[in-house]
């Protein structure tokens, strides 16, 4: 079974503050992502990444940036942490595409950030 | 107009009845559509994949792609409470890495 995971639950910070959420995934894929979600928005793609040290901009990219060390390992970091920051983070993975159809994207459990 | 668009709901349906979720998208050039499940409180996890015109059935889950009215659909039959979740649409354009989702419609099976 595919399994991605983050590094909190649940985190509490304040404004000003710099961030940093983990993402792990164990199945080898290429691409990696991150969205925030919020009532009425739907997920949002903040960033993604299709290889190691790769990025491309999301639909929100402000705000944020990414780390992509390692094939496994996607970083989302909050420089300056606001409260429109508040949210659900959620990381997903994928294999790369095929030339006709997109692979599944497998999230994680998220992270529910609250910027005071 | 939004990329991705769903039924706002909620929709509420009775136990063992079949609910039906629409979604429309904008993107002709879409060719990967997925249907995810997400409860409160937990991530979304994939329910079904459909990528050619017609109907594709998991167990008590059908879903039906018309590329040309640029619509997909999910059908939950037999409806358990159990299926009580939010149930969010997915499309992607052909060699596309990226998803882009409906805002989501919320499904509660009455007892």
């Known amino acids: 079974d595919v399994k991605v995971t983050q590094s909190s639950r649940y985190l509490v910070k304040r404004t000003g503050e710099k961030v940093f959420l983990e993402c792990v995934q164990d199945?080898?894929?290429?691409?990696m992502f991150w969205y925030r979600q919020d009532p009425g928005l739907g997920l949002r793609l903040i960033y993604f990444s299709y290889d190691v040290k790769m990025k491309e901009k999301g639909d929100i990219p402000e705000g944020y940036s990414v780390s992509r060390e390692k094939k496994e390992r996607f970083s989302l970091i909050l420089e300056s942490a606001s409260t429109n920051q508040t949210s659900m983070y959620l990381c997903?993975?994928?294999?790369?595409?095929?030339?006709?159809?997109?692979?599944?994207?497998?999230f994680g459990p998220g992270t529910r950030l609250t910027v005071l | 107009q939004k990329e991705v668009e769903q039924n706002s709901g909620p929709l509420s349906v009775p136990e063992g009845a079949i609910a039906s979720l629409n979604c429309t998208y904008s993107d002709r050039g879409s060719q990967s559509f997925f249907w995810y499940r997400q409860y409160s409180g937990k991530s979304p996890e994939l329910i079904m994949s459909?990528?050619?015109?017609g109907d594709k059935e998991d167990g008590r889950f059908t879903a039906q792609l018309n590329k040309a009215s640029q619509y997909v659909s999910l059908l939950i039959r037999d409806s358990q409470p159990s299926d009580s979740a939010t149930y969010l649409c997915a499309v992607s354009r052909s060699n596309d890495y990226k998803l882009s989702f409906g805002a989501g419609t919320t499904v509660t099976v009455r007892a």
């Open positions: 199945m080898d894929h290429e691409n």
């Open positions: 997903a993975s994928s294999f790369a595409s095929g030339v006709t159809s997109t692979d599944t994207q497998y």
């Open positions: 459909i990528y050619s015109n």
